[in-house]
């Protein structure tokens, strides 16, 4: 069914092993012999598998096949949970309200702008299914009380069914990094979390397009203003970690 165009393989982590086997000669080769046929057919298709777990924990647990993995690896895209993507909760909410169930979920457009607010403030760990949950109990709500929900009864129903927000979501992963701190051998070497937390944090946005120039040098202002820093400061740590080329790079 894929000859000629893509197969789709959702939570490959979840593909027994003897089954990861056998797909192996068909991603390499294409070459594949349907159950019940003796003779092998061809299949043209581009593969594209996608997980929400940790690959590399999924190979040393020995629940994907390095080999299998190794097939399909060529190119490797991350994309980050919703959370991190604020600017598209609208575009989600606005399609799932038009084209999903949920006919009986009548909103003014000051209650969408409320459920919106309210969404940019969740978590949402399930991505589009915790707006997916949110919706179905706000429906239910909805039916309940007959008339078109307002504002002011989202916001209940958001103070009665809290969800961890960003703001305690990152308080939990403070707290866990300051407790753990101590035991790195990091901190034995007589290093300052602080320091390290800057250095791993220029790492990761520098690797980010978003915070680059032309030709991938780090956009030093856009860097000093995530992090609430000036511009010297962010240069001279860039310079440090090798990260700047001060010879071509204004």
């Given at each position: ?27 390499e ?29 999924m ?120 407790r ?32 680059q ?28 970690l ?9």
């Open positions: 069914m894929a000859h000629g165009g893509t197969l789709f393989l959702d939570e490959i982590g979840d593909i027994p092993l003897e089954v990861q086997r056998l797909l192996i000669d068909a991603v080769t294409r070459n594949f012999r349907p159950l019940g046929a003796h003779d092998l057919q061809h299949s043209d298709f581009q593969l594209i598998c996608a997980t929400n777990r940790d690959i590399q924990q190979i040393a647990n020995r629940e994907l096949s390095q080999d299998f993995y190794f097939r399909f690896s060529v190119f490797s895209y991350e994309i980050p949970p919703l959370r991190e993507r604020p600017e598209d909760i609208e575009v989600i909410l606005d399609e799932l309200l038009e084209t999903g169930n949920y006919q009986r979920l009548k909103l003014s457009e000051t209650s969408r702008m409320e459920l919106l607010n309210q969404l940019g403030n969740t978590f949402m760990p399930g991505n589009i299914r915790s707006i997916q949950n949110i919706l179905s109990h706000l429906e239910v709500a909805a039916v309940h009380a007959g008339t078109a929900l307002t504002p002011q009864e989202i916001q209940r129903y958001f103070r009665q069914n809290p969800e961890n927000s960003r703001d305690q979501e990152f308080d939990t992963l403070l707290r866990q990094i300051l753990l701190w101590p035991h790195t051998h990091l901190a034995q070497q007589g290093r300052k979390w602080k320091e390290v937390l800057l250095e791993e944090s220029l790492r990761h946005l520098g690797r980010m397009e978003e915070y120039k032309p030709g991938g040098f780090p956009h030093i202002t856009k860097l000093a203003r995530q992090l609430g820093m000036d511009d010297k400061t962010i240069r001279s740590k860039l310079e440090e090798g990260m700047l080329n001060t010879e071509t790079t204004p």
